[in-house]
C-alpha cells in the first residue's frame, strides 16, 4: 500500500487516514508508534516525510473517535498532548 508523501489536498489526506486506520487493524497489536505506520505505509526508505502527516491525521481521526492517541499507556487530549506517543483503535469492551 505505497502512499504519496505529498499531503497537500484533501484527497491525500483523506487516503492517510484510511491507511493509518488499515495498518492499525491489519497489525492486530494494541498500539504503534508513527514511525512503525509510517514504515508500514511508505515504499521504501521514504517514510520521513510521512511522520507530521500522520500526526495531523491523528488528531483529526482521535477527534472523530476512529482511533485513540496514548502516551505512556493513557488515552490523552488530541487536541494537547506533546512527546512520544503511540496509536491503537478505539476498543469495543
Known sequence: MGMHTSDSNAADGASLDEAILAVL?????QTLSPP???HA?????????????IRRSAV?????????????????????FRGV?????????
Not at 85 to 93: E, F, I, N, Q, W
Open 85 to 93: 506517543y503511540r496509536l491503537g483503535l478505539p476498543r469495543h469492551d
Open 60 to 80: 483529526t481521526l482521535a477527534q472523530a473517535g476512529r482511533l485513540v492517541i496514548y502516551r505512556k499507556g493513557k488515552p490523552v487530549d488530541p487536541n494537547d
Open 36 to 38: 512503525e505506520i509510517a
Open 41 to 53: 505505509i511508505a515504499k521504501g526508505n521514504d517514510w520521513h516525510n510521512l511522520l507530521v502527516p
Open 25 to 29: 487493524a491489519r497489525e492486530g497489536t
